[in-house]
């Protein structure tokens, strides 16, 4: 039996749509290959984002932005002179890219509306700092990218 160039072609595109109609039922019936949410709280996380982001404007509603420097002591933080800093409650989160054993917190401790982070904590290279605080009943956020 000798097949001519329409037959080829049919049973091409037959060859192509079974190998496409055994991915497609692979893909749906393994488990392996279940990603329908990469994070089952998915929701509650995205309304602690909104919170994350409400926290961000609250911080440029102030009458001066912060600002940050390094210094020969560390990485020096300077709080606008608005605020009281005996009333402030927060953290400081520091994440290493590079290395997530370098990431670690400090609790917020202010002294002239100033922060500092020791220069023993901070290697050279990258970090991501987030400062998150409650100050007079309002979360506020700062986040910042350095090169220490």
Avoid: C
């Amino acid at each position: 039996m000798k097949i001519n160039w329409g037959g080829g072609l049919v049973i091409g595109m037959i060859l192509f749509i079974g190998f496409i109609m055994f991915m497609v039922i692979t893909m749906m019936t393994n488990k392996e290959y279940d990603h329908d949410l990469v994070n089952e709280a998915y929701y509650e996380k995205d309304l602690q984002y909104q919170k994350e982001i409400d926290a961000e404007e609250n911080t440029k509603t102030l009458s001066e932005k912060i600002e940050s420097k390094k210094v020969p002591e560390g990485w020096l933080i300077t709080f606008p002179k608005e605020i009281d800093p005996n009333r402030i409650k927060g953290k400081v989160f520091l994440y290493r890219p590079s290395n997530k054993r370098l990431d670690f917190n400090i609790p917020i401790v202010i002294s002239n509306a100033q922060l500092l982070i020791p220069d023993e904590r901070l290697l050279d290279g990258r970090w991501n700092i987030t400062l998150d605080w409650e100050y007079e009943g309002s979360h506020y956020m700062y986040k910042e990218s350095i090169v220490y």
